[in-house]
């Protein structure tokens, strides 16, 4: 690999969104994603607050959802998760659309709940992922997707929530990388489970992935690089 691991590590959204994972839990996998320098953690809204509290001296940025994992929520209530989760220290937040909208075609309405929510997060200091979910839509609803992201000024599209029916496929990858001006970047997630995998997406465009075996693929990537290995204890 011409690779440094940073370049990796810097890849990964370590996921915590499991709903079965305890406080202990939440903090064990911010203590892991510090330990193995990784790009932030995607945390459930409600351990926000402390997830922002272990990471502050690290250089792991505090994510979380808005309108997960279904997108169903009304826009009001996208934009209260949103205010709370700013208030609380994330810094990138993840958001559902409108799944059932975009499915009825109704992009207009999807794109004005996307540009409220990004420009509320832009304000707050905030990046915004986009989630489509596109296990549920035809290509033609990917790309109008794509246009309404562009036009909201997101910073990246995502392809997934991980709880649908599929995950990060290449040739979502390929059309969303296509279709996405050069400065919105690409998220996969669902189905990025070992090195070689995120080394693909990686090839396909993506600047980071949501992982849950972070520490199976980065313990990996050291010892391809010849790094020492990081114990957890």
Known sequence: MNLEYRDLSKMIDHSLLNPTLTPADLENGCRLAAVFDVAS?????????????????????VGTTIGFPHGGHTTTAKVVEAEQALKDGAVELDMV?????????????????VETLASLIHKGGAKIKVIFENCYLNDEAKIALCGVCAEAGVDWVKTSTGFGDGGATDSDLKLMRAHSPENIQVKAAGGVRTLD?????????????????????????????????????
């Open 41 to 61: 953690v995607c945390i459930m809204p409600f351990a926000v607050a402390a997830a922002s509290a272990t990471l502050s001296d690290t250089d792991v940025a």
């Open 97 to 113: 659309i409108n799944i059932p909208l975009a499915l009825a075609g109704r992009f207009d309405e999807v794109g004005r709940e």
């Open 197 to 233: 995998r995120l080394l693909e997406v990686r090839a396909l465009g993506c600047s980071r992935a949501g992982a849950t075996r972070t520490a199976s693929i980065l313990a990996e990537a050291r010892s391809r690089l010849g790094l020492e290995p990081i114990s957890l204890a």
